[in-house]
């Protein structure tokens, strides 16, 4: 199975920082891997998928990158709606898995 | 506005069987795979399983956690995603969301459409 491991598992950052959060695949995955976010108490929701192409709707201030075993999600600028868990996952092969999460908090 | 939207939780005790439904609306069922992933209370997210669609003859793929327990099936007549869930364990108390995989990066399916969930909690 592909282990995915995400890093930080939590940071804390202000409005109108640039946040970026890593996502590290066991084995090499190509680039098939999604970025979801998921606020309290809501439904995740996609942002990213083939590492790097923005779901339509979701903000460029979002953005992914990486591609075999290392990726990234940026945040350019956070906003007040930003704060949430971001979620990787890759969807190279079975069983698909998710990363642990990172939470991103307001400092 | 493409909807899932699942029902079916409850409380049931260790060794117990729950049957749990989605339903989709607002896009072509049947071309899709399907998902379910589940989230304990308070954790990260758990992929369960996927089955795809006709032209792949329904087939179904499954987490350790869960295979031999339970089983994902479909009826595209129906707009309709299943989740026969057996020998159910403490550990299986999670929110259980039903999901379109909808986004095809040659031809791997990635999870897209969310429903709201439906809570199954497994306890003495």
């Known amino acids: 199975d592909i282990q995915m491991t995400q890093s930080p598992s939590s940071l804390s950052a202000s409005v109108g920082d640039r946040v970026t959060i890593t996502c590290r695949a066991s084995?090499?995955?190509?680039?098939?891997l999604v970025w979801f976010q998921q606020k309290p108490g809501k439904v995740p929701e996609l942002l990213i998928y083939?590492?790097?192409t923005l779901q339509s709707g979701v903000p460029s201030r979002f953005s992914g990158s990486g591609s075999g075993t290392d990726f990234t999600l940026t945040i350019s600028s956070l906003q007040p709606e930003d704060f949430a868990t971001y979620y990787c996952?890759?969807?190279?092969?079975?069983?698909?898995?998710f990363g642990g999460g990172t939470k991103v908090e307001i400092k | 506005e493409v909807q899932l939207v699942e029902s079916g939780g409850g409380s049931v005790q260790p060794g117990g069987s729950l049957r749990l439904s989605c339903a989709a609306s607002e896009f072509t069922f049947s071309d899709h795979y399907m998902d379910w992933v589940r989230q304990a209370p308070g954790k990260g997210l758990e992929w369960v399983g996927r089955?795809?669609?006709?032209?792949?003859?329904?087939?179904?793929e499954y987490a350790a956690s869960v295979k031999g327990r339970f089983t994902i099936s479909r009826d595209d007549s129906k707009n309709s995603l299943y989740l026969q869930m057996n020998s159910l364990e403490t550990e299986d108390t999670a929110v259980y969301y039903c999901i379109r995989a909808g986004v095809i990066t040659r031809g791997k399916s990635a999870m897209d459409v969310w429903g709201q969930g439906t809570t199954v909690t497994v306890s003495s």
């Open positions: 084995q090499g995955i190509n680039n098939y």
């Open positions: 083939a590492a790097s």
């Open positions: 089955i795809r669609n006709k032209a792949r003859s329904y087939t179904t």
């Open positions: 996952q890759h969807y190279n092969s079975y069983p698909l898995t």
